[in-house]
């Protein structure tokens, strides 16, 4: 498999390639927390999912809301490995901005997805809208790769956001 020449535009197509991500978070005793997710994206800013606000992944984020997100296929060929690395900033969406996430996190759901409406993520139902806004973001450069003059495997800092 090969690369895009531009590190930027593996970000994206890795991000836009896959559905779950692993949400890291930090527990009270700053052992992390690994969850998968199913996500969806908003301009590679915003990554949004839905969870129990009594999951433990939710409780520590509601304590310590600094998160790292990975985003990579489990599927590929060893040696064709491909993942971005995302520092972020996560929170529950507050139920007031509901109808504005919820447009923005679903604008089209695929096929077993759900299209979320705000009255199934406030009030007495048992799941919340949460959102992660990335601070930084990074890509899985393989020891093969001939930009990688290391020959080992390693991470560049990328900018996937489009600028408009």
Not at 7 to 13: F, N, P, Q, T
């Amino acid at each position: 498999m090969s690369l895009p020449e531009d590190l930027d535009e593996l970000a994206r197509a890795v991000i836009d390639e896959n559905r779950y991500m692993t949400l890291g978070t930090s527990e009270a005793d700053h052992r992390p927390r690994l969850s998968p997710v199913y996500f969806t994206h908003a301009g590679y800013r915003t990554f949004y999912w839905v969870s129990s606000p009594d999951a433990r992944h939710s409780g520590n984020i509601a304590a310590r809301p600094e998160v790292a997100l990975v985003i990579f296929d489990s599927n590929v060929e060893i040696g064709q490995g491909r993942a971005v690395y995302v520092d972020a900033v996560a929170s529950v969406v507050p139920d007031d901005d509901l109808p504005r996430r919820c447009a923005e996190a679903f604008p089209d759901a695929g096929p077993g997805a759900v299209a979320f409406q705000p009255d199934e993520l406030s009030g007495d139902a048992p799941l919340r809208l949460y959102h992660a806004d990335a601070t930084g973001y990074e890509v899985h450069l393989p020891g093969r790769d001939p930009r990688n003059a290391a020959g080992i495997d390693t991470r560049r800092r990328v900018h996937p956001v489009k600028q408009t």
